[in-house]
């Protein structure tokens, strides 16, 4: 008995400190997700990063935020095909720049040929996937419009993410889908989105992009930002620095909720 009240001391010391511990933020560590892509609501917001920082819980952020600023310089993919993989490679890059003096470009390319590899035709789940199983290189090792594998990626890093969370699919409500990436936006969490366009898009001049009649086309973009007050979004295309806005463009909350058919964000490796 003479031993028992220390230790219960220890035991309720031990309970407070566990107790005590803050919501993770990016570079804390996580409970290991039990599947690869997370559609459950409320789990992925348990997994879905804060980024100390870039996003903030507090009011202002709330109204407005972005953080195109801390993204690398715009890129154009060669084909609609490739849209997916630009897209996922520079959210990698963003999670992988963040605490890095060195700032590096990874290759979209390295995702596309390894699952075509498999025999099949490439898509943004089949990459996602990959990422979490195998990563990507760095695109000094494997440049922009590769069209062959080469040897030295078996032998240098990879960058490779723990999950990704499916923030929203076509039967959500369009203004949850607003919600949901101005969560994600507000936690410093870019969001790739599934973008219904018209044939126009490609090809945008402007600073805002308000769609046609037809909208037989699809884009995967980046959202980068949301401003509450105008009530829009921007996005970060795949068409060069000469597209729409030095490469983005705005988007009304209801046209992105009409437009936008499936959203994923990211879940990084610590």
Request: hydrophobic share 40%.
């Amino acid at each position: 008995m003479r031993f028992f009240l220390p230790l219960l001391l220890i035991a309720l010391a031990c309970t407070c400190v566990r107790a005590q511990q803050p919501a993770a933020a990016y570079g804390t560590a996580r409970s290991p997700a039990v599947s690869l892509g997370v559609a459950d609501a409320q789990v992925l917001d348990q997994l879905m990063f804060y980024i100390p920082g870039v996003g903030s819980p507090s009011r202002e952020d709330l109204v407005r935020q972005n953080i195109k600023s801390y993204m690398m310089p715009i890129r154009q993919a060669p084909g609609q095909q490739l849209e997916w993989a630009y897209s996922l490679a520079s959210a990698v890059e963003y999670y992988q720049n963040l605490n890095s003096n060195y700032k590096d470009n990874l290759s979209p390319d390295y995702i596309t040929l390894n699952i075509a590899a498999q025999g099949k035709q490439p898509t943004i789940e089949d990459g996602l996937r990959l990422l979490i199983q195998q990563g990507t290189v760095s695109a000094s090792i494997m440049p922009f419009g590769s069209s062959s594998i080469p040897g030295a990626v078996y032998s240098v890093p990879k960058f490779t993410i723990a999950n990704f969370g499916y923030l929203f699919q076509p039967e959500m409500r369009a203004r949850n889908r607003v919600f949901e990436v101005r969560k994600a936006l507000s936690r410093g969490n870019p969001v790739i989105v599934e973008l219904l366009t018209d044939a126009s898009f490609t090809g945008l001049q402007t600073n805002s992009y308000t769609p046609g009649a037809e909208t037989a086309e699809t884009h995967y973009l980046t959202v980068v930002g949301y401003d509450s007050e105008a009530e829009t979004f921007e996005l970060r295309g795949l068409y060069g620095r000469h597209w729409a806005d030095a490469g983005y463009v705005r988007i009304s909350f209801d046209d992105f909720g009409l437009l936008a058919q499936r959203g994923f964000v990211l879940i990084p490796k610590l």
